[in-house]
Nanobody
Framework: QVQLVESGGGLVQAGGSLRLSCAASGRTFSDNDMGWFRQTPGKEREFVSAISWNRRNTYYADSVKGRFTISRDDAKNTVYLQMNSLKPEDTAVYYC????????????????WGQGTQVTVSS
């Protein structure tokens, strides 16, 4: 059974930083792309970032480019999201996605999701 456990969320002032972690178990981690999504109340879950299985490719939503960095440590079955220069509009529940799936039209999804970690950025 696949389990994804996120950590690292919290309350931070605008301009601050947080580092999210997602530890995966129950399935081969290193062969799969991983991703992060976020969701705010009343809105659909949106793509934030992804990293390919071989670390060669990373992808970011336009809203976080230049501020967020995704990375992975396959020895620890963990994917990270370093979030810098945080803005109030980054406030959301952040979800780890594994393995990342790609659909027509550029949509992304996943077979499994973590329980989510709350990130709150105060102005």
């Amino acid at each position: 059974q696949v389990q994804l456990v996120e950590s690292g969320g919290g309350l931070v002032q605008a301009g601050g930083s947080l580092r999210l972690s997602c530890a995966a178990s129950g399935r081969t981690f290193s062969d799969n792309d991983m991703g992060w999504f976020r969701q705010t109340p009343g809105k659909e879950r949106e793509f934030v970032s992804a990293i390919s299985w071989n670390r060669r490719n990373t992808y970011y939503a336009d809203s976080v480019k230049g501020r967020f960095t995704i990375s992975r440590d396959d020895a620890k079955n963990t994917v990270y999201l370093q979030m810098n220069s945080l803005k109030p509009e980054d406030t959301a529940v952040y979800y780890c996605a594994f393995p990342l799936r790609y659909y027509s039209g550029g949509a992304r999804g996943a077979d499994y999701w973590g329980q989510g970690t709350q990130v709150t950025v105060s102005s």
